[in-house]
């Protein structure tokens, strides 16, 4: 480095250099010096040029003129020198300007990486888009990602003589609409049915009214209710009646309607149906359905009590359905209990299979136990990936745990099939959504229909829903709901071009979209600005659904990939972290089911923005998509050649990418893109903004000791782009927090799994690192005092050593970085100029006049920089007098010498770079 970039020294309220101290610009005259120098060297000539002229002139005749010619000389010399003395002071004025202007440029090197250009929304905040990182990636960990899907069909089974399974969507009999129900249903729905929470409620609200409109989501349970209510109430009517002439129970189209099913009652014939039950499914999914209104059921009431009837309407819960369930005949189907359930279903599984038992055979309460102990076992439960089973979900593990036990199904199959359970849900949830927009239009009831609007925003918005909930889990339910919102938007336009849909303003209904979503509520936090406040947030009651959801979409309904894309797009400039961080996480999950369409459409035109967050969000993508193994090495290859050749926007990506310590095969080689980057002539200020930021985030990783040492080699490079870059490195090592490094759980990077890392969230990571990693501490003291004797740095390391020092204690008094620091400061003021630094230090920190430090703890900061032997001496008044009791006559030295920190001639990073 040249003179001009070393000079300065320390600031003039810094205490004096003691002869020998080590800097930076060691073996350099001061600018006082030097100028000293010169003009002595100039007086110097100019005496010897007089005299020689003075002897030339005594030979002349003249000798009057001599005097004269003497004192213009004279008068000559002085305008020489004075214009010398201009000359020179003007220069170091100039120097004295660049030093200023260089330290301007080193502290922007170390603002903050995420601040927005002028006119832009603020900064990100790093710590809250690490902590809902950590949060987001627990939903796709190892063995619940989208990869546990690729053998989740278990399409059929067959288990001994007795038991036979065929899965998927649309069972047997599920399109069964109309048609009396057989007895020996019945009577196997009285053997089998498991009654839910607040079963009599529902019984004796049929009874009373004669009427029941029961709400709930397909799937838990809903019609098996409803039957198993009407058997209780018809059998009670006909105890001593004749012969029936009709079935008791029957299944009514619901394409007549109440009105028509009402008439038949009344009609000729009615007779026959007195003491009946009827089950009708309203079918509310079209956009021109219309529920029945109030005075149909009313009319419907009277009829069926006229006949002594009974009559269940099953409706799902949601929009349309919210009249109905609203009035005086409407009451919600909770779901049966999951405990209950399953043993209900694994008994009678087991009973038809041991009913032909021998002696020898296992009894059936063995049995009965190894079933529940199997399905309690965890990889049982992460496989099933739901916390409640429906009816079918019980029945379909019932029988896979009981033909396992009775060695008919194979444990790999057992697996495969209990993650076929929520992967079927998924399958459930979208197919054939959009049905109903290419089935034929109803006849209008008048001739005039004029200017209709689309209604596909109210069609799609539950399975808008349920994506934006895959994507979005654990944020809260008002931006789940904005963002189903929005999705909803692109797939009315996806689906409908020509038309303008229609949106909804009050189609929202939450206790609807909790049970068409299998979702729940729990209270919780969100960080706003950086504080937390209290939210309600929402979930998928299972870990298996958002997996399920997402390989759903992607891999069997390729034409939703489009609005998909558009909507992430959306996510990626939504200022909240726990929205766009979470679809960032969700997006690289989907890159790796197909990284060619995820790449061209999400990741490049992302890392090619402007916006700092949309960099952010494909790098994120990126590092996502390089935690499985198939996708890893293209992400390395990616990566490298961004680094290498890429735009800008390219290489801020690959930067922030590698900071996360999977976007390159080796720390070296992470190492030496993340230089690449920081060093390049086109872009100086953000290239080492954000190298330097990411060097820093690689010390939450094991090879903490790889990175300080390559920042040591960084600063001592001959280079001054490197030496910028370590030094930048260095002062951020000091200013960023452990929640700020955007890295998984730390307490899974270190080697000791009881370590207390993640209690130190808030500390600086200099000192976390102290606390935690002892070995750390004199590498880091290394690189902090280089910054400090560093001229164009040390006002800004120094501000950040000032914030070390008063993280020592909270406001409230409590402790709370005060290990750290007695760990780093001696190691840091090990020599007699580096005490008397943090003594100007702690002495200006007394006298700011906004933030005093008391003078108790100005002390207690001091010894904590004095080796425990050396605190331990009280005895000794010269040695050991805290800095406010010391005079500079006292503070002789104390410690061995250091290690030399001169400026090493050649380094690796030379010979690599050059």
């Not at 444990?411 to 993650?419: E, I």
Request: hydrophobic fraction near 35%; charged fraction near 35%.
């Amino acid at each position: 480095m040249s003179d001009d970039e070393q000079a300065g020294g320390a600031s003039d309220d810094a205490p004096e250099e003691p002869s020998g101290g080590r800097s930076s610009d060691d073996g350099k005259k001061s600018g006082d010096d030097r100028k000293a120098d010169r003009r002595s060297d100039r007086r110097d000539g100019r005496k010897g040029d007089r005299k020689a002229g003075d002897g030339r002139k005594q030979d002349r005749d003249d000798r009057d003129d001599d005097g004269r010619d003497r004192g213009r000389d004279d008068e000559d010399g002085s305008d020489d020198e004075k214009s010398a003395e201009d000359e020179e002071a003007e220069k170091e004025k100039e120097r004295e300007r660049e030093r200023e202007r260089a330290a301007g440029r080193f502290k922007a090197y170390t603002r903050d990486p995420l601040a927005e250009d002028e006119g832009e929304d603020g900064p990100t905040d790093l710590a809250a888009a690490a902590r809902t990182r950590r949060a987001t990636r627990l939903l796709f960990d190892v063995g619940g990602d989208l990869t546990r899907f690729d053998r989740s069909y278990f399409n059929r089974a067959h288990i001994g003589d007795n038991i036979n399974l065929l899965l998927g969507a649309r069972r047997p009999g599920a399109g069964m609409r109309s048609g009396p129900v057989p007895e020996e249903e019945l009577r196997r729905l009285r053997r089998a049915h498991v009654p839910p929470e607040g079963y009599v409620r529902l019984r004796n609200a049929l009874r009373a009214r004669r009427l029941l409109v029961l709400g709930a989501a397909p799937g838990t349970g809903r019609t098996s209710t409803a039957l198993s209510l009407l058997d209780e109430v018809t059998t009670a009517e006909a105890d001593g009646a004749d012969a029936e002439t009709v079935a008791r129970v029957r299944r009514v189209d619901s394409d007549g309607g109440v009105r028509q099913l009402a008439e038949t009652l009344d009609g000729e014939g009615g007779e026959a149906w007195r003491g009946t039950g009827h089950l009708l499914e309203l079918s509310l999914d079209r956009p021109d359905a219309r529920p029945p209104d109030e005075m149909d059921l009313d009319e419907f009431a009277a009829a069926l009590a006229r006949r002594e009837a009974f009559a269940v309407i099953v409706v799902t819960v949601g929009s349309a359905a919210n009249p109905l369930l609203a009035g005086r005949y409407g009451m919600l189907c909770p779901p049966a209990p999951t405990e209950e359930l399953l043993a209900t279903r694994l008994r009678e599984r087991l009973e038809e299979r041991t009913a032909e038992a021998r002696e020898d055979d296992t009894p059936l309460d063995e049995l009965l136990a190894r079933a529940e102990a199997l399905a309690g076992r965890a990889e049982v439960e992460d496989a099933v990936g739901l916390k409640d089973l429906r009816p079918a979900e019980a029945e379909l593990l019932a029988s896979l745990l009981a033909g396992h036990v009775l060695g008919d199904v194979s444990y790999d199959d057992l697996l495969s099939g209990c993650r076929s359970i929520a992967a079927e849900q998924a399958q459930e949830w979208f197919a054939g959504v959009d049905r109903a927009l290419t089935a034929p239009p109803r006849e209008p009831e008048r001739g005039d229909r004029g200017a209709t609007r689309s209604g596909t925003a109210t069609l799609f918005h539950p399975v808008a829903f349920r994506i934006a909930l895959a994507v979005l889990g654990g944020a809260s339910h008002s931006a789940v709901a904005a963002a189903a919102h929005l999705l909803t938007w692109e797939l009315s336009v996806q689906s409908d071009p020509d038309s303008t849909p229609a949106r909804p303003l009050f189609c929202d209904d939450p206790e609807a979209d909790l049970a068409l979503s299998r979702a729940e509520l729990t209270d919780g936090k969100v960080e706003v600005d950086g504080h937390d406040v209290p939210a309600r947030l929402i979930w998928y009651r299972g870990s298996a659904l958002p997996s399920a959801v997402l390989t759903e979409l992607w891999d069997r309904h390729f034409p939703v990939r489009a609005p998909m894309v558009r909507w992430l797009r959306l996510l990626a400039d939504d200022p909240r972290v726990q929205v766009w961080m979470r679809a960032a996480v969700a997006a690289g999950e989907l890159c790796v089911r197909d990284f060619d369409h995820g790449y061209t459409e999400l990741i490049r035109p992302l890392a090619e923005a402007t916006t700092h967050r949309r960099v952010l969000f494909a790098a994120t993508t990126l590092d996502q998509a390089a935690g499985h193994d198939s996708h890893r090495r293209a992400v390395h290859k990616l990566i490298g050649d961004w680094s290498r050749k890429g735009t800008l926007s390219q290489r801020w990506t690959a930067s922030w990418a590698l900071g996360y310590g999977n976007a390159a095969a080796t720390m070296d080689d992470t190492l030496d893109a993340l230089a690449r980057i920081g060093v390049r002539d086109d872009d100086e200020e953000l290239g080492k903004v954000t190298a330097s930021h990411n060097a820093v985030r690689l010390l939450a990783r094991p090879e903490a000791a790889e990175v300080l040492s390559r920042m040591a080699e960084w600063t001592h490079h001959r280079r001054e782009a490197y030496q910028d870059l370590g030094l930048a490195a260095t002062v951020r090592l000091a200013g960023t927090t452990v929640d700020g490094l955007l890295t998984d759980d730390p307490d899974a990077l270190l080697d000791d799994a009881d370590s207390a890392w993640g209690d130190r969230g808030d500390w600086p990571v200099a000192l976390a690192l102290a606390a935690i990693r002892p070995e750390l501490v004199e590498p880091m003291a290394d690189l902090m005092w280089t910054a400090l004797h560093t001229a164009r740095s040390k006002d800004v390391a120094m501000d950040a050593l000032e914030d070390l020092l008063r993280s020592a204690e909270r406001k409230d008094g409590t402790e709370w970085t005060r290990p750290g620091l007695a760990a780093l400061l001696p190691a840091l003021a090990a020599e007699e100029q580096d005490r008397r630094r943090l003594d100007w230090l702690l002495r200006r920190m007394m006298n700011d006049p906004e933030k005093p430090l008391p003078e108790p703890k100005a002390r207690d900061l001091w010894w904590l920089a004095v080796e425990p032997e050396e605190r331990s001496r009280r005895s000794a008044p010269r040695q050991d007098r805290p800095p406010q009791d010391r005079t500079p006559q006292d503070r002789t030295h104390r410690a061995g010498p250091r290690q030399d920190r001169t400026r090493r001639d050649r380094t690796r990073e030379e010979e690599r770079y050059g």
